[in-house]
């Protein structure tokens, strides 16, 4: 695991706020977790499969078959676990056309978008554009182009619910992103080389917010959330908490997400945070 030290204000509140806890829990038919064989992704499923009333869960991963913790989870028969790289066109239109035979007329509820990569690098060190370029491909414009492909589940999952609500359970995008995301919070305080990754994800909360101008009119959600600093192989063994404490709280708040929520950029606990 790599050797992070947090320290300064991208510490965020670590609390819930009662008012959010109190609103209730909408539960989607059908679910769709992306880099879904470790870490956030493995975390978010596990979570999601405590709700009987999610009827198909889709957990995507580029190798399934080296995935032993999510395929110990496939004693549940909702949970259907398939092959797709996310960096390839072609994988996800396969995997676009298989889902679609599942979800059927219900449409795809909800998008997580989940996959995601760390690559290290600094300004003050070796010039590789090809790094850069891999990072930003990954963590942002792969998911752009998810996101395109399975708009048309999205949109007839809309289509079913009348009326102009925007809730969890109708249709919803939801892209995983990171404090180190926001501009405005970034004051160094984050060690490690971390320039090409926060591009990344200020990338994909920018996609975000294009996605909910755009997609409004068909009543679709869309947020991007931090997960918190976690234990992962990505976010190293110095971490605040484990994946298990970050994606109860992710997942259970993911439910309550409604029209207030839209477009917006929170952590786990639904406390907005700056871009």
Known sequence: MPDYELKGNLRMRDESDPEVEARPQRIPKTVMVTGANRGIGLGLVQHFLEYDAIEILIATCRNPEKAEELNKLKGDKRLHIIAMDVDDDESIKKVFEEVSELVSSNGLNVLINNAGILLPYEVDGQICRKTMLKQLETNSVSVAIVTQTFLGLLKKASSNVSGEDVRIDRAAIINISSTMASIEKNDGCFSGPMTAYRMSKSALNSFSRQSYMELSKYNILVVSFCP?????????????????????????NILRLDSRNNGLYFDRFLHPIPN
């Open 228 to 252: 918190g600093w976690v234990r992962t192989d990505m976010g190293g063994e110095n971490a605040d908490i484990d994946v298990n404490e970050s994606t109860r709280t992710l997942s259970a």
